[in-house]
């Protein structure tokens, strides 16, 4: 597939690019972002070559609401990376829910999402002071609590019809193991195995969202004009 190809290319530039612009933020979430897209490109494809579809006599309802849930879950992701790579991960200490003992800390969200800072500059530690630190972890956390509702209704309603039964089961439990990792995360101080948990985690709610996807969704069949 040409997409998978231009995907795979461009993902070793962002890995070059990791490396000569000292780990800048955005190429390093734009990394984690292109891994994930390769990942979901592939899983799709694999789904759709193996019969994963509606029927055609099956009318499935949700689509919509898969495909919101996807869109909310990628941000997630993008907002994941943005953390990690800002090193705001624990910006918080080992507060939960709370944040350096408050429940709304002094912040700077405006510093804390400066996309572009020009090339040169080294950013391993990070370079963003405690507060912005602070905006970028306590907007993870807001988005997670947005994303977690979402899949969780997602969840229920593919639960309630017996044929979907197993994909509401699976993703409900993916994403309570993610949620539990991700407070782990804070709680243990960013141990190593437990930030890649969270992060195979996450993969883990895209495929269930895309399998989900794929079984609800008919393949459209394109007829040869008659001769």
């Given at each position: 597939?040409?997409?998978?190809?231009?995907?795979?290319?461009?993902?070793?530039?962002?890995?070059?690019?990791?490396?000569?612009?000292?780990?800048?933020?955005?190429?390093?979430?734009?990394?984690?972002?292109?891994?994930?897209?390769?990942?979901a490109?592939l899983?799709?494809?694999?789904?759709?070559?193996?019969?994963?579809?509606?029927?055609?006599?099956?009318?499935?309802?949700?689509r919509?609401?898969?495909?919101?849930?996807?869109?909310?879950?990628?941000?997630?992701?993008?907002l994941?990376?943005?953390?990690s790579?800002?090193?705001?991960?624990?910006?918080?200490?080992?507060?939960?829910?709370?944040?350096?003992?408050?429940w709304?800390?002094?912040?700077?969200?405006?510093?804390?999402?400066?996309?572009?800072?020009?090339?040169?500059?080294?950013?391993?530690?990070?370079?963003?002071?405690?507060?912005?630190?602070?905006?970028?972890?306590?907007?993870?956390?807001?988005?997670?609590?947005?994303?977690?509702?979402?899949?969780?209704?997602i969840?229920?309603?593919?639960?309630?019809?017996?044929?979907?039964?197993?994909?509401?089961?699976?993703?409900?439990?993916?994403?309570l193991?993610?949620?539990?990792?991700g407070?782990?995360?804070?709680?243990?101080?960013?141990?190593?195995?437990?930030?890649?948990l969270?992060?195979?985690?996450?993969?883990?709610l895209?495929?269930?969202?895309?399998?989900?996807l794929?079984?609800?969704?008919?393949?459209?069949?394109?007829?040869?004009?008659?001769?």
């Amino acid at each position: 597939c040409v997409s998978a190809l231009m995907l795979i290319v461009f993902q070793a530039l962002l890995g070059m690019w990791t490396v000569t612009w000292l780990l800048k933020p955005i190429v390093v979430m734009g990394h984690l972002i292109g891994g994930l897209s390769s990942f979901a490109l592939l899983a799709w494809l694999a789904l759709r070559s193996h019969g994963w579809q509606a029927q055609a006599d099956e009318t499935l309802p949700g689509r919509g609401l898969v495909i919101s849930g996807l869109c909310l879950l990628a941000l997630q992701i993008a907002l994941g990376g943005w953390t990690s790579a800002n090193y705001a991960a624990w910006a918080c200490g080992t507060d939960f829910p709370s944040c350096l003992g408050q429940w709304w800390p002094t912040t700077d969200f405006r510093e804390g999402f400066v996309l572009w800072r020009g090339i040169g500059v080294d950013y391993e530690g990070g370079v963003l002071d405690g507060p912005a630190r602070v905006a970028i972890q306590l907007a993870h956390r807001l988005l997670a609590v947005l994303v977690s509702a979402q899949l969780l209704v997602i969840a229920i309603k593919a639960m309630r019809l017996p044929v979907l039964r197993r994909y509401g089961l699976t993703l409900l439990a993916a994403l309570l193991a993610q949620l539990t990792l991700g407070i782990a995360n804070v709680k243990l101080g960013l141990p190593l195995t437990v930030a890649a948990l969270h992060n195979a985690g996450a993969a883990l709610l895209l495929l269930c969202l895309l399998a989900l996807l794929a079984r609800i969704s008919p393949i459209r069949r394109i007829e040869s004009p008659a001769r």
